[in-house]
Structures are given as structure tokens and as C-alpha cells.
């Protein structure tokens, strides 16, 4: 903490450094001013712990420059002991106390008098710093535990490595859309992804293309989705987009679109160039009337899974599927 500032008013060369004298005893950094008018001027400047004020002055006494130090909020709050040579009749006592005087001292200044009051208002003034300081402490803490929680929040509900919604965050979201298309009447897409022959991906070209390969993935996703649908990474190389207010057909038509991408765009780092197909199983909510939010993955699992058996890279709908098998649709 900085060293406490002192300002010494008085009009005679002779009593301002008599004054500092004594004052260089404290651990306090001592200014002067020879009239009230400069005296001004340095409050304005800096943070002063006390002013040592000399009541008789010319031109601006000892009284009207409180009067005028006491008009700034800035400087409203600094103690101020008149010094003076004048009778210790009331009169004179009580006009310095009207104009916010906190003390008096009289001339000739006795040492030990002025140390020990001077003293006071220095240990009331390093008390109200450590407290500001405090509050400072305590504001800096709290904003530092507010950015703690919005990344640990982050953290929570998204995947490191691709920067979607994680798995966890699918079960609260998941739930609340079906809930809401269940009481709404609204439509629920779901699309089951899964790159193909992922493994070979990383067993080749190692882990760290494999990486690149799914936030790619990810990110050529989440640049043709629209901004309502929510992608998740479900598992390893498995994703999951839930289409709000999207029937089958929509949602089966949004997965061909990532399908074509994923098939012709080619993913390129290094020396290495080369492209993932995906699957795709799609099932929505009123098509295939799932009874719990887990069904309507299963479904979206099923058709993915055929999708595979099909010979992979292609979009397939449960209902379809359950056509195809002669299966009643929903089942
Ligand atoms: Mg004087």
C-alpha cells in the first residue's frame, strides 16, 4: 500500500517547515502550501490522509478554504485540523467545527500533541484503505468464480474436442423437446450418425487426423443445420441432430445433405487426403409415435444400424424400414 499523503497549510515559510519537521517522524508522505488557494488546487490532485490547515491566512482564510475542500465530493471526506494562534475562546473553536473541522491544534505547536493527533487520523486512514482494498479483493473473487462457473457450465454440456453438446446435455434436451412435441402437437426429427469405417481412419493415418476428422465433421454439420437443430456427439465417431418442428420427411432430408457433403468433401491436413462417408438412421416423432424420449433413439439407433447393414454411406428411416421388414409402422 502506498504511503498516506499529508498536506500542510500555512502562509509562513518558517511554521510550514517546522511542521514537516516534526511530521517526517511518520511513515507519511508530507506536502505543503502556502496559501489556501494552492492548498486547493493539491487536494484536487491527490488523496490526502489529513490537511494541517493554518487559519490565518490573507485572502483565503483557514475557514474558507475547509468551506471550499468540504464542497467536492472528492474531497468532502478529508479530516482537517486548523492550526491556530488565536484564544481558545469558543467561538473560534465552534466556527472551525461548523465547516467540518474534525480537530484543533494551537500555536506554538506542542510536538507531542500534533504527532499523537496526527497519528488518529493516519491509522483511520490505512484502516479505510485495507477495507477498500478488501472490497476490491472480494469484487475480483467474485467475478473470478463467475467465469469459473460459465466454463464449467461450458464444460458440462459440450464435447471437448468438437465443441457440440455432449451426451449428458442430450438427456435434458432431449426430454424437453419430446415432452413439448407430446403436448404441443409439433414434430421431433432425430438423425443417428455414424462415420464409416472410422476405426480404419485411426488405425491408418493415427489418432490425431482421426481428431481432426470429427471436428471437421462437426463443424461442416453445424454449418448446414439450421440454427434450431441441436447436434450432439453422442460417442466416439457417433453423432446425434435432433430436428425440432421437422417431420420424417424433413429430417431424412436433412441427413442427405450431410450425407453428399460427407461424401464429397474430402478431409485434407498434411500430406493426407481423404474422405469418411456416413450413415444416417432417422426417425421422428409422429411417424414412428415412440411412448419415451430413449425410444425415439433406439429408432434413430435401428435404422442407423441398417443403414450400415445396406452397405453404409446412405440415409435410412425406421418407418421404412419396418415397412420393408412387413413390420407395422412404430413397432
Ligand atoms: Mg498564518
Aim: hydrophobic content about 40%; overall charge negative; some cysteine.
Amino acid at each position: 500500500m502506498k504511503k498516506p499523503e499529508i498536506l500542510v497549510v500555512d502562509d509562513r515559510a518558517e511554521n510550514l517547515l517546522a511542521m514537516q519537521r516534526v511530521l517526517n517522524d511518520l511513515d507519511a508522505e508530507i506536502h505543503t502550501a502556502s496559501s489556501g488557494n494552492e492548498a486547493l488546487a493539491m487536494v484536487l490532485d491527490h488523496d490526502f490522509a489529513l490537511i494541517l490547515l493554518d487559519v490565518q491566512m490573507p485572502d483565503m482564510d483557514g475557514f474558507e478554504t475547509a468551506e471550499m475542500v468540504r464542497l467536492y465530493d472528492k474531497t468532502a471526506h478529508i479530516p482537517i485540523i486548523f492550526v491556530t494562534a488565536i484564544s481558545k475562546e469558543r467561538k473560534h473553536i465552534f466556527k472551525g467545527y461548523a465547516s467540518g473541522a474534525v480537530d484543533y491544534i494551537f500555536k506554538p505547536v506542542d510536538r507531542e500533541i500534533l504527532l499523537s493527533k496526527v497519528k488518529v487520523f493516519l491509522t483511520l486512514y490505512r484502516q479505510r484503505q485495507e477495507l477498500q482494498q478488501l472490497v476490491q479483493n472480494l469484487q475480483h473473487s467474485q467475478e473470478l468464480i463467475a467465469k469459473q462457473n460459465a466454463t464449467l457450465t461450458l464444460l458440462a454440456l459440450h464435447d471437448e474436442l468438437t465443441g457440440l453438446y455432449n451426451r449428458r446435455h442430450l438427456n435434458t434436451i432431449l426430454a424437453q423437446e419430446f415432452y413439448r412435441s407430446k403436448r404441443y402437437g409439433t414434430d421431433l426429427a432425430i438423425l443417428m450418425l455414424d462415420l464409416d469405417h472410422f476405426k480404419n481412419v485411426n488405425d491408418t493415418y493415427g489418432h490425431a487426423f482421426g481428431d481432426f476428422v470429427l471436428k471437421e465433421f462437426a463443424h461442416r454439420m453445424k454449418k448446414i443445420s439450421r440454427p434450431t437443430d441441436l447436434i450432439f456427439r453422442f460417442g466416439g465417431e457417433e453423432f446425434l441432430i435432433l430436428l425440432p418442428q421437422t417431420d420424417i420427411e424433413g429430417g431424412v432430408k436433412a441427413g442427405e445433405q450431410i450425407r453428399k457433403i460427407c461424401a464429397t468433401e474430402m478431409y485434407e491436413e498434411g500430406p493426407v487426403s481423404i474422405s469418411v462417408t456416413t450413415s444416417i438412421g432417422a426417425a421422428a416423432f409422429h411417424n414412428d409415435k415412440p411412448e419415451e424420449p430413449d425410444q425415439l433413439i433406439e429408432m434413430a439407433d435401428k435404422a442407423l444400424y441398417q443403414a450400415k447393414d445396406a452397405g453404409r454411406n446412405r440415409v435410412l428411416a425406421y418407418t421404412h424400414l419396418m415397412e420393408d421388414q412387413g413390420q407395422p409402422k412404430g413397432v
